[in-house]
């Protein structure tokens, strides 16, 4: 008994370590799978649909890397975190069907329109590091936000942030940012209360804000 169970949990992870097109319509078979929580795929070079998940009724996160083929036709809507890096996205109006995401990682890919992401009001943290973002004002409507990655992009406004007072960390380097003064009282208070911690003082402050980077740190 104890053998097959063990045999059946390896079968399983390897048909996720190689889930392809050809191989996702296996998965029906193997009614198991809808445990896993986490599905991690790399380097695909097949195209990657969603058909699968409906198969996986306990998935909740799922990590995308290097994978330049993903199709967004049928999205998933069960998962909280979602993570799709250097994988060539160019639109994310259908992504915003993820209405249950806390966190959204898109960086290093080719977005340039946001427009539709205000709907995402569940966000907890956004990272849209290193694409092609230049207008950023419907992020504004996302006011659960805590952290928030920006960086290398083509930001010149930054003054919609301002009503985002959960905000606790902040990217926003390699930009186009020459006004910082949406942000001034946030960033004074946050260095404030950076002081005033160190000395033992934790009075209650008005701003969340703890990190702020606009500069590239030197590596």
Same mark, same amino acid.
């Given at each position: 008994? +104890? ?39 790399? /380097? ?13 009724? +306990? ?6 890397? %290097? ?63 290193? /694409?092609?973002?230049? %207008? ?14 920006? %960086?290398? /992009? ?11 007072? /959960?905000? +606790? ?30 000395? +033992? ?19």
């Amino acid at each position: 008994m +104890g053998t097959t169970a063990s045999m059946t949990r390896s079968r399983d992870k390897e048909i996720l370590s190689q889930l392809t097109p050809y191989n996702q319509k296996m998965i029906i078979k193997y009614k198991k799978l809808c445990k896993f929580k986490t599905l991690q795929i790399e /380097n695909d070079p097949e195209i990657i649909d969603f058909y699968f998940v409906d198969y996986l009724s +306990g998935l909740n996160v799922v990590h995308f890397t %290097d994978c330049q083929n993903i199709s967004f036709e049928k999205t998933p809507t069960i998962i909280r975190y979602f993570q799709a890096q250097n994988c060539n996205i160019q639109n994310v109006e259908k992504i915003i069907q993820m209405q249950q995401l806390v966190y959204l990682d898109l960086s290093n890919n080719k977005i340039t329109d946001i427009s539709v992401i205000d709907t995402m009001s569940e966000l907890i943290s956004l990272i849209l590091s290193n /694409n092609q973002i230049s %207008d950023i004002s419907h992020v504004a409507s996302l006011v659960n936000l805590i952290e928030l990655k920006l %960086d290398n /992009n083509l930001i010149e406004d930054i003054s919609v942030l301002k009503p985002l007072m /959960n905000l +606790g960390r902040v990217w926003l380097f390699n930009n186009k940012i020459t006004n910082l003064e949406p942000l001034a009282q946030q960033m004074a208070i946050a260095a404030d209360q950076s002081h005033h911690h160190r000395h +033992g003082d934790h009075d209650h402050y008005d701003s969340n804000l703890e990190y702020f980077q606009l500069q590239p740190q030197n590596v």
